[in-house]
């Protein structure tokens, strides 16, 4: 098939304009978009013409920060209550035992989930490789699945012994971690527009890691042309930990390894200070922010208003499925917007009894909109991990996009098509295609069997968890 045509159907573009088109379609041709526009303007045939009357389509959801393995330890009794550094300790012996089997499946969960909420590219943070298990593992699990792939080689160097967090069981050498991660990206990176896998740098954290091997990192990926990625002001304990290990603040520490730029992205920055975001915003670092994962582990509010009015690059991330316990990706964007109102709220939010004509009282904060916490799944996303091909529905564009059926009982008696799917519960996507190929096509996944997958997959958290 090289041409498919979308009709009748409610398009958000996200382009510059930020067109709305009620009663338009998409002309694909060979994984591109070609034509977006009302139908009057299209072509009135295709290789294939799905009539999609009733729904709404937006480009692919961006997910731009995620932990897929964390798929095989969710809900685990003793990580429910604890904050970050405990959930992590609780954690660090069970991850110890993984295989390649285990990276393997929890990939395809993951990245099958996030294909049913809207997600067509997903960048994933895999820092630990017990048992033999490989970066290759994911990546080979990911082709079959059908999504873009931003794999982060991750890794820790800095074990408890080292004055780190991680056990020593889970650590690596320096030597090891820069090998393979040239190897990586020598093997597997595509820097071609429309390209399906692309390589990142991502040592874990400033608590496992040590500052040679970030700067290190740093050389390395500039030498070749990847992104860099961390873990970044996610709690207090790492704000203490920082000023204690290098005698700087977390963002302080990454000017001193060489990790500001417009090639480097952070996950989380929660607790940062005005000043901090000028350096963010003068450097152009973008921010992976995680809202649910923020709550569950009650890290933290990040300040993505002042960040977007710095003139930043802020994407959403799921963060580890053991931190949320889901990957649910328009579930981050409605959670975006309503943490943002809420953080609006604590900061001095106030209703006038005289409103503006605009409904708005009178020196009342503007609150986050259901269209901006879509910007940030999608433009704000692709603009975070340097990609330019995806993000927006346009000519010379990937066809990547998602369409929900808006004849649902929980859409009853919305009035705005676009802030439904927002304002609404979140609701598992109708169809998801990238490049021109279905992924999730009536609601079900067509590149996996979900059922085998779900039976393996349970298999191996039963025997993970048991030791």
Request: aromatic share 6%; glycine share 10%.
């Amino acid at each position: 098939m090289s041409t498919l045509l979308i009709k009748n159907v409610h398009i958000v573009t996200m382009d510059d304009h930020q067109r709305e088109i009620p009663e338009g379609g998409l002309f694909i041709r060979r994984g591109l978009v070609e034509e977006v526009a009302p139908m009057s303007e299209l072509p009135a045939t295709a290789d294939e013409v799905l009539d999609l009357k009733g729904h709404i389509v937006l480009p692919g959801l961006v997910n731009t920060h995620h932990h897929f393995y964390q798929t095989l330890t969710r809900a685990v009794p003793a990580a429910q209550d604890a904050n970050l550094f405990n959930w992590l300790k609780t954690l660090y012996p069970i991850w110890a035992r993984l295989t390649p089997d285990d990276i393997f499946i929890s990939t395809q969960t993951a990245l099958a989930e996030l294909a049913l909420s809207g997600c067509t590219t997903a960048a994933d943070h895999l820092y630990l490789f017990p048992n033999g298990s490989k970066l290759d593992d994911e990546i080979a699990a990911a082709s079959e699945i059908g999504l873009r792939l931003q794999a982060s080689r991750g890794s820790m160097s800095l074990g408890e012994s080292k004055g780190g967090l991680p056990p020593d069981s889970v650590v690596d050498t320096e030597e090891n971690i820069l090998k393979d991660s040239q190897r990586l990206i020598e093997k597997y990176h595509d820097a071609k527009p429309g390209a399906m896998t692309q390589i990142v740098l991502a040592p874990c954290s400033p608590f496992s890691v040590t500052s040679d091997l970030m700067k290190q990192s740093a050389k390395l990926a500039r030498e070749y042309g990847v992104h860099l990625h961390t873990h970044l002001a996610e709690t207090e304990d790492e704000e203490k930990f920082c000023m204690q290990m290098f005698g700087h603040r977390p963002v302080g520490y990454m000017q001193e390894v060489n990790w500001v730029g417009d090639d480097v992205w952070f996950a989380h920055a929660v607790w940062v200070n005005d000043e901090e975001i000028k350096v963010f915003a003068k450097h152009n670092c973008g921010v992976a922010h995680c809202p649910t994962s923020n709550m569950r582990l009650a890290s933290g509010i990040a300040p993505i208003k002042e960040y977007r009015a710095a003139g930043m690059n802020v994407g959403l991330g799921v963060d580890g499925s053991a931190s949320n316990d889901g990957s649910h990706l328009l579930a981050e964007v409605r959670n975006a917007m309503l943490l943002s109102r809420l953080k609006e709220g604590i900061t001095g939010f106030s209703l006038t009894s005289n409103p503006s004509p605009s409904g708005r009282g009178e020196g009342v904060r503007e609150l986050m909109t259901a269209r901006e916490a879509l910007y940030l799944g999608t433009r704000g996303g692709a603009a975070v991990l340097g990609r330019r091909d995806i993000g927006s529905l346009e000519s010379g564009k990937c066809a990547d996009f998602f369409a929900v059926n808006l004849n649902k009982l929980g859409y009853a008696g919305m009035h705005d098509p676009v802030s439904a799917i927002v304002f609404g519960q979140p609701v598992n996507v109708d169809y998801t295609v990238v490049g021109g190929k279905f992924v999730v096509n009536e609601g079900q996944l067509v590149t996996v069997d979900q059922g085998k997958l779900i039976e393996k997959h349970n298999k191996a958290a039963k025997r993970l968890l048991a030791g």
